[in-house]
């Protein structure tokens, strides 16, 4: 019988896990003995590592082989690959880079690596691609996530940081303190899941439940029953899709004209009430926004929405406000509205209440702990001032150029010749999939660092095939979890595959930059170097962590919980002259001098309610609304051919949640084959009906890998970014909207 605590640690997004392996192979990862709420995720790997999937030498496109940059991108994604020598790879790599350079400049290198390949602290693709880059003379960059880009711009202008989503009221807090949480998006556990870094312990599920023990009750406002846990006994608001907005507005007219807003706090600690009551009574445009208004437009009662604002209003009340309603059109508003909403009953910086953003969309929000500065892999200076947003790739390639606006300011996209994707996925995250695969026929040259056969990988010229961290040492050390895990490798690299550092010191070697690139150190004293900076960091902040050798024999170690329950903004609400925000006035800003100043008719000075380019207010009969969230099996689409994920496919195919009454009117029988469409798109799913999702509405999960066979931008996997818009939120966050969607569905074949 084997101990399982003799095993190896690993640590990934999605949890740490005791790893076993034979003769080479993993066989089972087993739950870290500290988490209470182990993610299944990690069994993903249990089968893949020397599978059919993966990719075991360098590849090079067989077009841009023979013909050389520039000539067949059209190609992308639709031919085979030739296997080179590492040496042939790092000598075609080296001599692109010299001709974009020379020829170009480095603006015209896109970089925009979106992060999650490793939960490690060293071998993170995105930190070495962009120390390499930044050491011959800067990229051009994509800032913000995909994951709340509208949030993190707006929350700046609104309390002065982005930190604030991070920041949230512990649960401990909310457990001794809260009377209700309103959870705008619900509280979806399968989110919480996952952590930007390593995740030690899974706290969320648990914190729940203690929470429900403890007396505090909890209101579901989302299309689906089950973005809160049954367990919790949530009322359930089902308020059509991307109208959170107005139900917020609805509520706060509610507050207002019945007296039970808090003035006392909405003039010490805010500006520019005044200016959104205008909006509110309808003095400015002449419309109220009274409860019967935001039922019109969100399809509730307005009774229900004025119980619920005497009922936020009776006790001790946390909003929270899921990452997700930014990911829609306007979605800058939400995040505005709740603090709104918030500073209306006078709960900012109170135990237990005011505002919370995210809770449940990761397993860092709400977490108690210390956190010392850690040390990361030193990336340099880059040298290269352009930048787009995060979700604006496809513009960027078909726009050279072209000027877009974004928080205030006016910027010029360049000309992009050269794309390198290291950590992430695109063909994933982006939305409009088959607009975005039109574009990316149009750079010279695209390289990606990955390890498995998705998407990306087929949509590259040069396949760099990279380690997974079962295969080489690191280090979790994450600043947004509270355990420090050493990841020991668990077996050998697949074929030729080199972790990233490797791959990255190769291509230095013939640039003449290894030196500056490795500082002499290899990975492994890399390793320790992070470690012994972080361990002299946190000294400085009274935080004891072990030596690094006595941690590499303990395996992990956790750091001490706080005495004191932290609150979100309880120094600002204590002192907000000494603790003042960062905003221009210092305080919380319902009506935004600055952003009035852009002179943004799509983000005004304060929030208003605006029709969202697609929603069910202005859909046509046969029309739905489909709401693309994250799955419960996978990260994004990381190990999308993995066991779990498979398994949950009905005869092959992704789900898609519907409506019973949607699904006969259209003839659809559980398990049958839909096909879900509209102008940019289609997918394959198979139907599963339920009446835990609101009439009108089809959730289909993303992740699954994109798979389009035919000229006419199907997918038969079931990836329903092929059908989301590629809009930016407004000219303020530009970020994306993937969730404002509409789509038909047909019924293809029978069960």
């Known amino acids: 019988m084997i101990d399982k605590r003799d095993l190896p640690l690993t640590s990934f997004h999605w949890g740490t896990y005791r ?18 709420d182990p993610s299944p995720i990690g069994q993903g790997y249990v089968g893949v590592l020397n599978g059919p999937d993966r990719i075991t030498a360098p590849m090079v496109r067989k077009s841009w082989l023979e013909c050389g940059p520039g000539v067949t991108g059209e190609m992308r994604g639709q031919e085979d690959f030739v296997e080179v020598s590492w040496n042939e790879v790092e000598r075609l790599v080296a001599k692109e880079l010299r001709r974009v ?94 952590g930007q870094g390593g995740v030690g312990a899974h706290r969320t599920g648990p914190a729940l439940l203690d929470a429900k023990a403890a007396g505090v009750e909890f209101v579901n406002i989302s299309p689906l029953r089950s973005d809160v846990a049954e367990v919790l006994e949530a009322d359930w608001l089902a308020p059509r899709p991307s109208t959170d907005a107005a139900l917020m507005i609805g509520l706060a007219h509610v507050l207002l004209s019945e007296n039970l807003a808090d003035r006392v706090f909405l003039d010490s600690y805010t500006v520019g009430f005044d200016q959104f009551t205008a909006y509110l009574t309808g003095e400015s445009d002449g419309v109220a926004k009274t409860a019967d208004w935001a039922a019109n437009v969100c399809d509730l009662p307005a009774d229900t929405i004025r119980s619920l604002a005497r009922r936020m ?22 995040f505005w509205l709740g603090t709104i909403l918030a500073a209306m009953l006078g709960q900012i910086g109170l135990p237990g209440g005011g505002i919370g953003f995210g809770y449940g969309a990761t397993n860092t929000v709400g977490l108690e702990r210390t956190s010392p500065r850690f040390q990361a892999l030193p990336q340099g200076r880059n040298k290269v001032k352009t930048f787009i947003p995060v979700a604006r790739i496809t513009d960027l390639l078909e726009n050279p150029g072209g000027s877009f606006d974004y928080n205030g300011k006016t910027h010029t996209y360049p000309d992009t010749r050269l794309v390198w994707w290291a950590g992430g996925n695109p063909f994933h995250h982006h939305q409009d999939l088959n607009r975005l695969r039109r574009a990316w026929a149009r750079p010279d040259t695209v390289i990606v660092n990955d390890w498995c056969w998705n998407a990306l990988a087929q949509h590259a010229d040069i396949l760099l095939p990279c380690t997974t961290p079962l295969e080489r040492d690191d280090i979790n050390l994450s600043p947004r979890d509270p355990y420090l895990v050493m990841m020991d490798q668990a077996v050998l690299p697949a074929g030729q595959a080199r972790n990233d550092y490797d791959i990255f010191c190769g291509f230095a070697r013939h640039l003449g930059i290894e030196k500056k ?35 590499r024999a303990t395996g992990w170690h956790k750091l001490p919980v706080p005495e004191a329950p932290f609150v979100m903004l309880e120094d600002f609400r204590a002192d907000p002259v000494t603790h003042k925000l960062r905003t221009p006035s210092g305080k919380i800003e319902i009506f935004s001098e600055r952003i009035a100043g852009f002179g943004y008719h799509d983000c005004p000075g304060h929030p208003i309610w605006m029709n969202p380019v697609e929603w069910l ?36 195919y992704e789900p898609a949640l519907i409506h019973p009454a949607v699904a006969a009117a259209r003839g659809i029988r559980k398990d049958d084959v839909i096909r879900v469409f509209n102008s940019r798109g289609a997918c394959l799913c198979a139907a599963v009906l339920s009446d835990d999702v609101r009439q009108g509405v089809i959730q289909i999960s993303t992740g699954a890998w994109l798979d389009i066979k035919d000229t006419k931008g199907l997918c038969q996997q079931g990836n329903p970014n092929v059908l989301c818009l590629d809009k930016g939120t407004s000219k303020l966050g530009q970020g994306p909207s993937a969730h404002s969607c509409l789509v038909e569905i047909e019924l293809l074949e029978k069960a």
């Open 313 to 334: 209003a009776k006790g001790r009340t946390m909003i929270s406000i899921a990452w997700s309603l930014t990911r829609q059109d306007h979605g800058e508003q939400p």
């Open 101 to 194: 350079i020379d020829d170009y400049g480095n603006e015209s290198i896109f970089a925009g690596s979106y992060g999650w390949a490793s939960a490690g602290r060293f071998h993170h693709a995105q930190g070495h691609l962009k120390r390499f880059l930044n050491l011959l003379g800067g990229f051009t960059k994509s800032v913000n996530t995909y994951s709340l880009a509208a949030g993190e711009v707006i929350l700046p202008h609104v309390l002065g940081g982005a930190e604030f989503i991070y920041g949230a009221t512990c649960w401990q807090s909310i457990i001794t303190d809260c009377d209700l949480i309103v959870a705008f998006g619900g509280l979806p556990l399968k989110n919480a899941a996952i």
């Open 517 to 551: 690139y490795t500082e002499g150190r290899d990975a492994g004293e890399w390793i320790r170097w992070l470690y012994d900076s972080s361990r002299q960091s946190a000294a400085q902040s009274e935080v004891d962590l072990p030596p690094f050798d006595e941690l």
């Open 19 to 36: 790893v076993e392996a034979r003769e080479g192979e993993v066989v089972a990862l087993h739950a870290f003995e500290e988490d209470p």
């Open 617 to 652: 207010g202005s859909a046509k009969d046969s029309q739905l609304h489909l709401i693309s969230n994250q799955p419960k099996n996978k990260l994004h689409s990381q190990l999308d051919h993995g066991r779990l994920s498979q398994s949950d496919r009905i005869g092959g």
